[in-house]
């Protein structure tokens, strides 16, 4: 066997894979004499089938089988003992597609376009000011957390009129311009809640309304949420802006949340038996949550921000064409369309990716067993957390789920992901120069926004 790597240039190269029937006839005897022992045929004994008829039968696809078996295994062998840093997988180049001679064996040459990643360059610390922002939290914003559980832990009752605190449940049908239901129009069923409508005029209509009542309005137009309304009236492929039009909504049932006391019983139930005893301690951990929550957000600024300025620097180039070919391959959904919307943003994220493991190996970065299990840990109670259940969680079961978690390579393989791309976070927190920026919530949200429109 002999393997040669054409390098076309510094991103792309062809990997050839050459055998002689010395190489694959072994294998290809050994499986025959396999099959032998198991095969059936009319006139003959389980196991007794001459080995020229099992030959005939199964030859080929046998010869098939070793032959990219070994070749796969070959060419997984040389990129590992040559520590090749590929993108994506070898892609077999279409002349490989030959027709197999089982009556007389040949040598074969396999051929793939292999794709090799850039080399990074990076001079840290980047000669860079970051701006870190100190997002402040008000009290209006503890105040609506709290109504906010309020509503979550009170209890559900099914009034007959309507009011600003219901939700409806109810179907949608399309009218026309006579306002009358559209036969064959667009039509579904959905729960709305009656704040979300942003027009006041519309929003009004659905105030002291009970069950059987309809009313008129334009779901586009007046709630003004692509995602609520795409949610509200069941679109599932096409353009929101298809269904800026009236439509009939008739109310089959209205609910209403009674807001919980503020109690132990509540405090209780948010945050576990006696961690909170009064309003005070109570508004303290809220504010305590949300200046995380705060912090999250002001880190994912900066960490983009920092992935701007590097992924500068670096000036990364990437096989793009193989790199589209083969995503096009390894997914076979993917549009032409999708991939060219998509695809920027994909290599970027891989372009980060190189960069970060450049960064994660130069500083010789590792992870333990016990931080991929204490990420499960916090990630499982962060989810009781966010559903108001973390009283069901006791230490016994949330160990239970912390092992089933870690049990599965693929959830530890995205732990691992998560916690390299924040060992590199802080490394690079620590060596950058910082200008620290008090903000208050509603200005920070209506930066990023900005922000993330000009990207």
């Known amino acids: 066997m002999n393997i040669l790597q054409e390098n076309i240039d510094t991103l792309n190269a062809v990997l050839k894979v050459q055998l002689t029937p010395e190489d694959y006839k072994p294998q290809v005897d050994d499986a025959i004499r396999k099959y032998k022992k198991k095969a059936s045929m ?28 070994i070749v796969a295994d070959s060419v997984d062998k040389f990129i590992t003992d040559n520590k090749l840093n590929v993108l994506g997988n070898p892609m077999p180049k279409p002349d490989n597609d030959f027709e197999m001679n089982w009556d007389k064996p040949e040598n074969f040459e396999f051929a793939f376009d292999l794709a090799l990643a850039p080399e990074v360059n990076l001079s840290l610390p980047p000669s860079h000011t970051f701006t870190a922002y100190d997002v402040q939290v008000e009290e209006k914003s503890i105040d609506e957390e709290i109504d906010k559980l309020a509503r979550r832990f009170g209890n559900y009752t099914s009034p007959e009129v309507t009011d600003a605190d219901c939700s ?39 105030y002291g309304v009970k069950v059987s009542d309809s009313i008129i309005f334009n779901p586009v ?25 009236d439509f009939e909504f008739t109310i089959e049932r209205i609910n209403k949340v009674e807001k919980a006391e503020f109690n132990q019983a509540l405090f209780d139930q948010v945050y576990g038996e006696n961690v909170v005893t009064d309003i005070a301690s109570f508004r303290e951990k809220i504010r305590g949550e ?84 204490n990420y499960a840990r916090t990630m499982i109670i962060d989810q009781y957390m966010r559903y108001g259940q973390a009283h069901m969680l006791d ?46 919530h509603e200005e920070y949200v209506d930066l990023m926004s900005r922000h993330k429109h000009q990207h």
Do not use: C
């Open 290 to 373: 949300i200046a995380q929550g705060y912090g999250y957000e002001s880190e994912n600024s900066l960490r983009h921000e920092m992935e701007d300025v590097l992924l500068k620097e670096a000036n990364l180039t990437l096989p793009d064409e193989f790199l589209k070919r083969w995503l096009k391959q390894s997914n076979e959904k993917i549009t032409d369309e999708q991939l060219v919307n998509e695809y920027h943003q994909y290599a970027r994220d891989l372009k980060w990716r190189l960069i970060e493991n450049k960064i994660y190996a130069d500083q010789n970065m590792t992870i333990n067993k016990e931080e991929i299990e």
């Open 395 to 440: 230490e016994e079961k949330l160990k239970e789920m912390t092992i089933k978690y870690v049990s599965n390579q693929e959830s530890v393989q995205r732990i691992v992901e998560s916690l390299s791309g924040r060992k590199v976070f802080e490394y690079l927190n620590q060596i950058v120069t910082k200008d620290v920026k008090k903000i208050a």
């Open 221 to 245: 137009a007046d709630i003004r949420i692509e995602s609520e309304v795409k949610y509200l009236l069941g679109i599932k492929e096409g353009n929101v802006s298809d269904y800026d039009k």
């Open 42 to 69: 009319p006139g003959f004994r389980p196991g007794h089938v001459p080995e020229n008829l099992v030959r005939k039968m199964y030859g080929k696809s046998v010869l098939v089988d070793e032959l990219n078996r």
């Open 168 to 206: 409806v449940y109810g179907t949608f049908r399309e009218v026309d311009a006579a306002r009358n239901v559209l036969e064959g129009g667009h039509t579904h069923q959905a729960f709305m809640t009656i704040n979300n409508i942003a027009n006041e005029t519309a929003r009004n209509k659905f």
